[in-house]
């Protein structure tokens, strides 16, 4: 495959934005290489700058779970635009999401909508430590919540790519407020709750990890949380920014049958426009402003065209819920696909996946935690992610990060990505 316009692209780009992009797990820097410039996107495929076609695994790290340019979210983006973008007041849409958004997630009763999953996220902290009136929040090594300070404690996703976990600008006062527990290590989170006794506002997690690659919550684990939450006063919040609208079509809550007290949401709630949300049962976001004395607020949040692209995504969602089993099925297609050719090739690896999530690593252990999923063998992941690239097959871009299947692929794409893999494995 050819990149040279990407190049060029790139190198232009990084005269004027700093590392040439506007978040840090796009530039290439965990595999090497530059990065992909896209010119535009439609269904399963990216086309590239260079006129290259990739069949796409990352699908906006989420959002495009029925494809690129999906018809019906980009004429109501299109429709509503032609009526205005923002006005900052209140329109009627943002009720009829809201409201759609309650009927589809158990255990909500009230939605408040924000500009992306990081905002989404702080705001459910901070609500939780309004609501409970403590301070400290328990988080898992690995489980990225957005970068907002609080969370940049040993973060996943595009933190751990650049091995920096901890970021500078985190003020040590921030940081002692942010317990770190190892994911799907029930006893741990015990301990930490007796050793900082009625003083932790919430537990924050990822029900399903997607940031370390995808790693399931091991049996027992979700209820053991749920349980301590409520011998202890504390709130559990399931992070559903990639869960959530994927799993099903309530979730992580609805597939594991577990209830979280504030759930926070992105990627597919916004049909590929900046939108985050978080939401509860009315006893907690009553909580909020201007309702309650916890301030939250965003001039762009709710924004109609925003609005119309996550009501388009959801409606459809909702009612085509059969979506979410033929998703399951695709990925379980390439899971099994990916296996075979890479058992014939005596290649070490693990395949984790719960429903259209799944992500491979090169690792003799089975992944349950950051430190297995960092066990991985990066070099061997470079290896293969470049091959795939020159195969036409674009995945994640980091060991630490999850493929995302989308509806519109097909199993003749799925039989591609296998023959890809079958090649690539005989160069590692
Ligand atoms: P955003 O602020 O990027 O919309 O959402 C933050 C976030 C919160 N919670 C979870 C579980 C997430 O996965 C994310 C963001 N995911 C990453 C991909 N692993 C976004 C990609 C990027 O940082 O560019």
Redesign the pocket.
């Given at each position: 495959m050819i990149y040279k316009r990407s190049s060029a692209l790139f190198a232009e780009a990084q005269r004027v934005i700093p590392g040439g992009v506007n978040?840090?797990?796009?530039a290439f820097k965990a595999v090497g290489g530059d990065p992909i410039f896209v010119k535009e996107a439609k269904g399963a495929y990216l086309y590239d700058e260079d006129g290259n076609r990739l069949i796409d695994y990352i699908n906006s790290?989420?959002p495009m779970i029925l494809g690129h340019a999906h018809e019906p979210v980009v004429s109501a983006v299109v429709d509503k635009a032609r009526k205005g973008t923002s006005f900052g007041m209140p329109t009627e849409i943002e009720t009829e999401i809201a409201a759609l958004a309650v009927e589809m997630v158990p255990n909500i009763d009230k939605i408040r909508f924000v500009n992306?999953?990081?905002?989404?996220?702080m705001s459910a902290v901070r609500l939780a430590r309004g609501f409970t009136g403590k301070d400290k929040i328990i988080k898992f090594a690995g489980?990225?919540?957005?970068?907002s300070d609080s969370f940049l404690i040993q973060a996943?996703?595009?933190a751990v790519t650049f091995g920096s976990p901890n970021s500078p600008g985190v003020t040590k006062g921030t940081a002692q407020d942010t317990l770190l527990a190892r994911y799907n290590d029930i006893e741990q989170v015990e301990g930490i709750i007796e050793s900082n006794k009625g003083e932790i506002a919430c537990i924050i997690i990822?029900p399903v990890a997607?940031?370390m690659g995808c790693i399931p919550p091991v049996k027992g684990f979700l209820e053991g949380l749920r349980a301590l939450c409520d011998a202890n006063d504390i709130l559990l919040i399931f992070?559903e920014?990639?869960t959530g609208f994927r799993l099903a079509k309530g979730g992580a809550q609805e597939l594991l049958g577990i209830n979280a007290d504030i759930v926070?949401f992105?990627?597919v709630i916004g049909g590929g426009l900046?939108v985050?949300a978080f939401a509860a049962r009315s006893e907690i976001m009553d909580y909020l402003a201007p309702l309650g004395p916890v301030y939250q607020a965003g001039t762009l949040s709710g924004n109609p065209l925003a609005m119309a692209a996550g009501l388009a995504m959801l409606t459809e969602l909702n009612q085509n819920p059969e979506i979410f089993k033929s998703l399951e099925g695709k990925t379980e297609y390439l899971h099994n696909g990916i296996a075979k050719v890479l058992d014939e090739e005596n290649i070490t690896y693990t395949i984790n996946r719960l429903g259209s999530m799944i992500s491979v690593h090169f690792s003799e252990e089975t992944v349950v935690d950051f430190d297995t999923a960092a066990s991985g063998n990066n070099d061997t992941f470079k290896k293969f992610f470049h091959g795939m690239l020159d195969n036409g097959i674009y995945i994640a871009p980091s060991a630490f990060?999850?493929w995302f299947i989308t509806e519109a692929l097909s199993y003749n794409d799925l039989d591609k990505t296998i023959e890809a893999v079958q090649k690539v494995a005989k160069t590692l």
């Open positions: 978040s840090p797990v796009r790290w989420g992306s999953g990081t905002e989404a996220c489980c990225y919540h957005g970068h996943g996703s595009g990822e997607g940031n992070d920014v990639m926070t992105g990627k900046p985050g990060e999850t």
